[in-house]
């Protein structure tokens, strides 16, 4: 499993070095954090051999697409230390709800590890299951969490860069808002850096989008950038042809032609990106904090059905003797 507190960092320590003006080749010779550290040598390595950065992120498994993209958008643009910053306060986020969502998991973990012996007993008191059949039921429970920790560890990342996935999940409310805002976070911040760089919007949009961990999102703004280019519109009317919902609910294409017209772009694109990295952060937050809550709401509804299962049971039983 990724190590986010390794990779902010890892991030955090290359930014200071290159905005205090060491070179890159100097940077990566420091010393870095757990897993991190043998990456670094890598890339200290291909880059000292005279081999670009980002072909070397490219070609380095430590290394996520995402990061690649965020790479390939800090050397085009110049301001490599600015990206690894905004990297590093990424990773951080990403670490600290992952630890508030462990944390909150805790409870209902224990609750389901309890409520394990005591289903097994009851079935087994009320005849529904043998001996053979309580120890096969308490193995498949005991189990069961791992096997989800397995599957997710084994199909996560490919789910989160699945476009169907991303369809898919855009449908459901909370969870939809939090992939959009997660994804409009990351390709305003890289849009902005691009056009603030000197690039053109075209350009801009292209580099950006390849900053999308989710593949419809990435081919969502590619077609922005290929309306831009074959019909010649404004930045503003590109979107529009493509805008959803969310647009149109956070003022996203108001911000953007204001924008335009005021000739201060790339400073609404860092609004609309500061505004959406806010808001997914409270997102995810809140989902930290609901989700043990359903799980344990859960388990107590399915405790319960089957303990008034039994006492009904027995009741019958007896009902039978009188």
């Not at 998991?105 to 005591?118: D, K, N, Q, S, T």
């Not at 388990?299 to 007896?318: H, R, T």
Request: hydrophobic share 45%.
């Amino acid at each position: 499993m990724v190590n986010y507190r390794d990779r902010s960092q890892f991030y955090y320590m290359l930014s200071t070095m290159l905005g205090a003006g060491v070179s890159i080749i100097g940077a990566l010779r420091q010393q870095f954090p757990g897993s991190m550290q043998k990456a670094a040598s890598r890339l200290y390595e291909q880059v000292e051999s005279r081999r670009s950065l980002t072909k070397a992120v490219k070609s380095d498994s430590t290394f996520s697409p995402f990061e690649a993209a965020m790479f390939q958008v800090g050397v085009h643009t110049g301001r490599l230390a600015e990206v690894a910053r905004a990297m590093a306060e990424w990773f951080d986020l990403k670490h600290r709800l992952r630890q508030k969502l462990r944390s909150g998991l805790l409870y209902p973990l224990f609750v389901y590890h309890f409520a394990g012996p005591l289903l097994a007993f009851i079935g087994y008191m009320t005849h529904r299951r043998d001996f053979t059949g309580t120890v096969t039921f308490l193995a498949v429970w005991f189990a069961l969490p791992w096997i989800c920790w397995v599957l997710y560890c084994l199909m996560g990342p490919f789910l989160r860069r699945s476009a169907v996935f991303g369809v898919l999940l855009n449908a459901v409310p909370l969870l939809g808002t939090l992939l959009y805002r997660l994804e409009s976070a990351s390709f305003f911040k890289s849009l902005a850096m691009c056009l603030e760089a000197g690039w053109s919007p075209v350009q801009s949009i292209q580099l950006a989008a390849g900053t999308c961990v989710n593949g419809w999102y990435q081919k969502r703004y590619e077609k922005v950038a290929d309306i831009l280019e074959q019909e010649g519109c404004t930045l503003t009317e590109a979107f529009a042809r493509t805008k959803t919902s969310r647009e149109e609910k956070f003022a996203v294409l108001a911000l953007l032609e204001t924008g335009e017209t005021s000739g201060q772009l790339p400073e609404m694109c860092h609004r609309i990106a500061h505004q959406n990295s806010e808001a997914a952060e409270a997102t995810m937050g809140t989902l930290a904090q609901l989700m043990p809550g359903v799980l344990y709401g859960m388990l107590v509804l399915y405790l319960a059905i089957q303990i008034i299962s039994f006492f009904a049971s027995y009741v019958g039983q007896i009902n039978q003797l009188l």
